[in-house]
Nanobody, 126 residues
Framework: QVQLVESGGGLVQAGGSLRLSCAAS????????MGWYRQAPGKEREPVALIIISDDGTSVHDTNYTDSVKGRFTISRDNGKNTLYLQMNSLKPEDTAVYYCNADLRRPLCVPADYWGQGTQVTVSS
C-alpha cells in the first residue's frame, strides 16, 4: 500500500504562484507513475501533469502536461524524500479546483494498484 499526503493549497490572486507537495510513504518502490489531477465544481476530475519514473526508481523518465497548464506548471519529484511537487505559476481563475495527487503502482512483482491523496483546495481570485 501507498499513502499520499498533500499540502500547499490555498487562496492566491490571479498571476500568483503556489507549490503543491505530495509526500508518499509505504510501498513507494512499486510506484511507476505519479501525477496531479484536479476537479473543479461541477466538472469531472482531469489530469494536470504526470511524471513517469525510471525503471530503477531513481530518476524521471518523462513528464506530460495538459495543454492548459503547459508553460505555467512544472511537475517534479524528490526521490530521496519520496515527494511529488507541482509548481504553479501565472495562476488563472480557471485553475481553481481541488487538486489530487495520484500514484500508480505497476512495477513487476508488485500488486497493481492506484492510490489518491485526500485533495487540496486551490482557489485563484480574479
Amino acid at each position: 500500500q501507498v499513502q499520499l499526503v498533500e499540502s500547499g493549497g490555498g487562496l492566491v490572486q490571479a498571476g500568483g504562484s503556489l507549490r503543491l507537495s505530495c509526500a508518499a510513504s509505504g510501498d513507494t518502490i512499486c510506484i511507476s507513475t505519479m501525477g496531479w489531477y484536479r476537479q473543479a465544481p461541477g466538472k469531472e476530475r482531469e489530469p494536470v501533469a504526470l511524471i513517469i519514473i525510471s525503471d530503477d526508481g531513481t530518476s524521471v523518465h518523462d513528464t506530460n502536461y495538459t495543454d492548459s497548464v503547459k508553460g505555467r506548471f512544472t511537475i517534479s519529484r524528490d526521490n530521496g524524500k519520496n515527494t511529488l511537487y507541482l509548481q504553479m505559476n501565472s495562476l488563472k481563475p480557471e485553475d481553481t479546483a481541488v487538486y489530487y495527487c495520484n500514484a500508480d503502482l505497476r512495477r513487476p512483482l508488485c500488486v497493481p494498484a492506484d492510490y489518491w491523496g485526500q485533495g487540496t483546495q486551490v482557489t485563484v481570485s480574479s
